[in-house]
């Protein structure tokens, strides 16, 4: 059975007789809180799945931004953004538009713009490039979209395996410069690519713990293609993905790409029905960045004297698709371990982007509208540095507040004078 045909006949409809009709996940969207357009998670999910029978009955369901705070919010326990994906893929097949194929191929993108990294951040900029996009393609004129680099992390981490320092963990000698033993990060097309400082960072910090980082080939998680409805292109990339994490051995993984770590640790066997035994082996030892170090300051085994003092208050926001990961907010506390820093959760369920929702035309305001009291909310707790741990995040709230957005481990990194490079 391939991922569509899954989609049709998805266990997760089963949970749809235990909802109540409680609206809870109605008060808790973000998208029914702005629009009109949006007949709301419970009416296109629970209610609609009954009449289904594997076809969509209200196409109001493609205004779902997939954010899965439904399902978090649901006391029933009801899957309801799965069940929403997964009815929105089957709506879509057949006749699914270019702009979204297009939007979904992160790793096509970067290899194309790396090269010309100038000129392709000079012609997102360009008012009349982006107009004939918007018209031609359907991304808004005015969307977020990444900042092309002129060396990609795998460039950068080539050369930085040729110059590598000892770290500075207990047991470190000549012999033995990373003493923590082998450990995989695991970057995501955009760590790749587009936020490369963030992937430094986090293998600066990894190696100054003792640990030895191993960066093997790697592809596309999926999730993009996932989330417009490609569901059986998304099921190729996810199993091909955990292949190649997997070629290390039985290592722990760790990412700093907070959604592409929820696609791999659920997401791909919930919505996409993926049962291979790689990807699943591969979604259980893959952890957020922020989760891993917190859980070595919690164990007495991170050496929080090295951090130098900070006073600063950084806003911070947590993503939807690592909330929907179950971690609580470990960038908190991992953050406020820093002397000096005290961080301010936003209080806002999401910032609008949604991975590609935010950059397309007919739903640009939409997403403008959701993101708005997150980045009034920046603007007057520091305008100048938020964190978030995901990536097209980040592009909206930078866009959105005017502050520089980075991930938590970047503040890790400057605490511990790991200056960039």
Not at 3 to 30: F, G, H, M, N, W
Not at 120 to 146: C, D, F, S
Request: aromatic share 6%.
């Amino acid at each position: 059975m391939d991922a569509i045909e899954y989609a049709k006949y998805s266990l997760a409809r089963e949970s749809l007789d235990a909802c109540v009709k409680c609206t809870i996940c109605e008060t808790q969207c973000p998208i029914v809180e702005v629009t009109e357009l949006f007949s709301g998670p419970k009416f296109v999910g629970p209610q609609a799945e009954r009449f289904r029978n594997g076809e969509s009955v209200d196409h109001s369901l493609d205004y779902c931004s997939s954010c899965g705070i439904c399902t978090t919010s649901c006391p029933q326990g009801v899957k309801i953004a799965e069940i929403n994906s997964q009815a929105r893929a089957v709506m879509k097949a057949g006749h699914m538009p270019l702009r979204d194929r297009l939007i979904t191929q992160t790793t096509l993108e970067g290899k194309l713009m790396t090269p010309f990294a100038p000129i392709a951040n000079a012609a997102l900029a360009n008012k009349p490039i982006r107009t004939l996009v918007e018209k031609v393609v359907g991304v808004h004129r005015n969307a977020p979209v990444p900042k092309a680099v002129t060396q990609t992390f795998m460039g950068w981490f080539t050369k930085h395996q040729k110059n590598r320092v000892p770290s500075h963990a207990p047991g470190t000698t000549p012999e033995n410069p990373y003493p923590r033993g082998p450990i995989v990060f695991f970057h995501g097309c955009a760590g790749g690519y587009f936020e490369v400082e963030t992937s430094k960072a986090s293998v600066r910090v990894l190696e100054y713990l003792g640990y030895e980082v191993l960066v093997p080939k790697q592809g596309c998680c999926g999730l993009a293609e996932q989330s417009n409805g490609l569901f059986n292109q998304a099921a190729k990339h996810a199993v091909k993905l955990a292949e190649q994490l997997s070629a290390e051995g039985e290592l722990t993984i760790v990412s700093s790409s907070g959604s592409c770590a929820g696609m791999l640790r659920h997401e791909a066997r919930e919505i996409l029905g993926i049962e291979d035994e790689r990807l699943i082996a591969v979604g259980k030892r893959t952890v957020e960045t922020s989760e891993f170090l917190l859980e070595l300051v919690d164990a007495g085994e991170f050496p929080v004297e090295d951090l130098a003092r900070w006073e600063i208050t950084i806003p911070y926001h947590q993503p939807c698709q690592v909330k929907s990961q179950g971690i609580g907010m470990p960038a908190i506390r991992l953050m406020e371990t820093i002397p000096g820093v005290k961080v301010v959760e936003s209080g806002r369920a999401c910032c609008g982007m949604a991975g590609t929702y935010g950059l397309k035309k007919e739903k640009y305001e939409v997403a403008q509208k959701v993101g708005e009291p997150l980045f009034e909310m920046i603007k007057e707790t520091n305008p100048n540095l938020a964190a978030c741990e995901t990536e097209t995040c980040r592009w909206q709230i930078r866009q959105g507040s005017g502050a520089m957005t980075v991930h938590p481990v970047e503040i890790i990194a400057h605490a511990l004078g790991l200056h960039r490079d």
